[in-house]
């Protein structure tokens, strides 16, 4: 049987699948097709059902739980760091409602937290790959931007200013983890393959905490910074205890996230 897997080139979601890319861990009767996309691309073609097992952000699995059956493995949350805005001058948030803003993609969750913290904005939204909003906000194409992935560790360099880090804010304001990605199975496989596949996932995050058999070179053949600190950094941030199942308090933190988004008429 051919199953799609679909997922970003982070280092936390090659960490998290590349065993399975690899062949070093396997499901028998599977042949699984491999997808390195965008998170924004992967959360639009998760809106219309094109991959069998798919990494997203929660943002947008709020509005594909129709098709898709959350996977208790794979989840990306974090205590207390998140999506950074950032800005080419120092000011708040406040300052930046009527500017032009720049998102990672306007099913990210990303974006989710900049509408909850911000809910009657005015300002002027547009969407790049991750990849391309510092550069774009330190070139001044753009005020200020909220930047995800390896670039939250790296946008200093680029002459940009911390206007608020979303994950310390989501934690103040709730007391709760915050909900960033998960992944999620067709639902009409689920039945058959659901459990099997948290347990092959399970053996993956094994495999990659051994850092052998080539994944380490698997991890930095996909990354967009090369650099060994930042990518140890980024795994250590989103590859954690809730990767291997969110818990009571990341479903209560999953539930939170639907209510406000809910609050402020994003998702119904």
């Not at 947008?60 to 001058?89: I, K």
């Not at 495999?207 to 380490?216: C, R, V």
């Amino acid at each position: 049987m051919n199953l799609s897997l679909a997922f970003s080139p982070c280092p936390n979601d090659t960490f998290l699948f590349g065993a399975i890319a690899l062949g070093l861990v396997s499901l028998p009767g599977v042949r699984w097709e491999i997808h390195h996309l965008d998170i924004e691309t992967l959360n639009e073609h998760a809106l219309e059902g094109r991959f069998d097992v798919t990494k997203l952000s929660v943002h947008a699995w709020l509005s594909a739980r129709r098709q898709y059956r959350l996977l208790n493995v794979g989840s990306a949350f974090t205590d207390h760091e998140g999506p950074v805005l950032v800005a080419n001058r120092a000011c708040s948030p406040d300052q930046l409602k009527d500017r032009r803003l720049v998102f990672p993609g306007r099913h990210t969750t990303a974006y989710l937290l900049y509408r909850i913290m911000v809910p009657e904005t005015g300002g002027d939204h547009h969407f790049l790959p991750y990849d391309q909003i510092v550069p774009a906000v330190a070139s001044g194409r753009f005020d200020a931007g909220v930047i995800i992935h390896e670039t939250r560790f790296t946008f200093a360099g680029q002459g940009l200013h911390l206007v608020a880090d979303l994950g310390h804010w989501w934690r103040e304001l709730t007391g709760l983890p915050l909900p960033l990605g998960c992944c999620v199975m067709r639902s009409s496989l689920y039945p058959d393959w659901g459990t099997q596949v948290e347990t092959l996932m399970t053996q993956s995050l094994a495999k990659a905490d051994e850092h052998g058999a080539g994944l380490d070179d698997y991890i930095r053949a996909h990354a967009r910074e090369l650099s060994p600190d930042v990518l140890q950094r980024h795994i250590q941030l989103f590859v954690n205890h809730y990767t291997r199942g969110p818990g009571s308090r990341g479903w209560n933190a999953m539930q939170e996230l639907e209510h406000r988004a809910q609050q402020v008429g994003i998702v119904s």
